[in-house]
């Protein structure tokens, strides 16, 4: 008899990512592989391709949030189908930001330093601008880095070994990626 799995069983992942949906099939070496997502046919497109000797391979490359739902894969041989199904789950990756700095004086010459995290799907890129102006990686004085965690989220820091006048003014921090972005700014006063 015709058995058939579909793998990965459940996915949640994020908007414009690859999704690769495989269809395993034993008992017979003659058969054929249909593809369905909620009860409809899967139609080839810009989104979605078929692939396989026995078109057994499904890719949904750049997903969007309606490619969500219910995907069967039949498998099919002289009146005989056997079927398997597999739930995807696409969110709106759009960044947003879940930790920041605060408003603050800062006194000449006393290091500060100013925190932004983000999450989102795919994770997101932080650029920093002081006034509208990219911040001036001045390595003697000024640093910043990036990192993402195991959840997902991005941190960034902005490090200011020895603040003027000058790195006074308003900090923005923008997360971006594929889905969107997300924006915090606060005003940082140097005396």
């Not at 650029?127 to 997902?152: F, H, I, K, N």
Request: charged share 20%.
């Amino acid at each position: 008899p015709l058995r058939v799995t579909l793998s990965p069983k459940n996915l949640k992942t994020g908007i414009s990512s690859t999704v690769i949906l495989s269809c395993a099939v034993q008992g017979s070496p003659h058969f054929t592989v249909s593809w369905y997502r909620n009860t409809e046919p899967v139609m080839p497109d810009q989104h979605f391709s078929i692939q396989g000797a026995h078109n057994e391979t499904l890719f949904i490359s750049a997903a969007q949030k309606r490619h969500s739902g219910a995907y069967q894969c039949f498998a099919s041989r002289k009146g005989q189908t056997a079927q398997d199904f597999s739930i995807i789950l696409l969110e709106d990756g759009t960044p947003r930001i879940v930790a920041s700095f605060s408003e603050r004086v800062v006194v000449p010459g006393e290091p500060f330093s100013l925190m932004c995290a983000a999450k989102g799907a795919p994770p997101p890129t932080i650029t920093w601008t002081l006034d509208d102006e990219p911040v001036a990686r001045d390595l003697s004085r000024v640093r910043s880095s990036q990192y993402t965690l195991s959840d997902g989220s991005t941190v960034s820091f902005v490090n200011v070994s020895s603040p003027q006048i000058r790195d006074g003014g308003v900090y923005r921090c923008a997360a971006r990626n594929s889905a969107g972005g997300a924006e915090y700014q606060a005003r940082i006063n140097v005396r």
